[in-house]
């Protein structure tokens, strides 16, 4: 049984859903969410039911977990970078702020705001990500 409460992976995926329904990833705010894959036990009627296993190859990957893997499928964004002292131009501050301003105003509280939350990609433009700790507010 999953503590949803304090589950950074449950966190993420609702964040993820409302960022994807605002339009936040068509933007470029976020990276885009294509789906994720939950091969975890859950609680159904309580008894616990196998969902979405994956052949032996995590098992063998994972014998220490005492859970199976989750996993969102997000974006991957070519030679971002987290944003640091060497990389920072003054005109990335109020994107920055804007950006996490529109995302806070929807319900989305990212709660980890730290350089290493923010890329920048190749053309100066900066991306929020990890959102396994945010609160979503309807």
Request: with cysteine.
């Amino acid at each position: 049984y999953r503590d949803t409460r304090l589950d950074g992976f449950a966190l993420e995926l609702v964040a993820y859903s409302n960022l994807t329904h605002h339009g936040f990833c068509d933007e470029g705010l976020v990276p885009h969410c294509y789906g994720w894959y939950d091969f975890a036990s859950e609680l159904q009627d309580g008894a616990a039911v196998q969902v979405r296993r994956h052949p032996s190859m995590w098992e063998a990957e994972l014998p220490e977990d005492e859970l199976p893997p989750r996993a969102l499928l997000l974006e991957y964004i070519e030679d971002a970078v987290p944003l640091s002292a060497e990389n920072y131009t003054p005109h990335m501050a109020p994107a920055v702020i804007e950006a996490l301003d529109r995302i806070h105003s929807v319900g989305i509280i990212h709660k980890d705001i730290r350089t290493l939350n923010i890329l920048v990609r190749p053309d100066g433009k900066t991306i929020w990500i990890d959102f396994e700790s945010a609160h979503t507010f309807p």
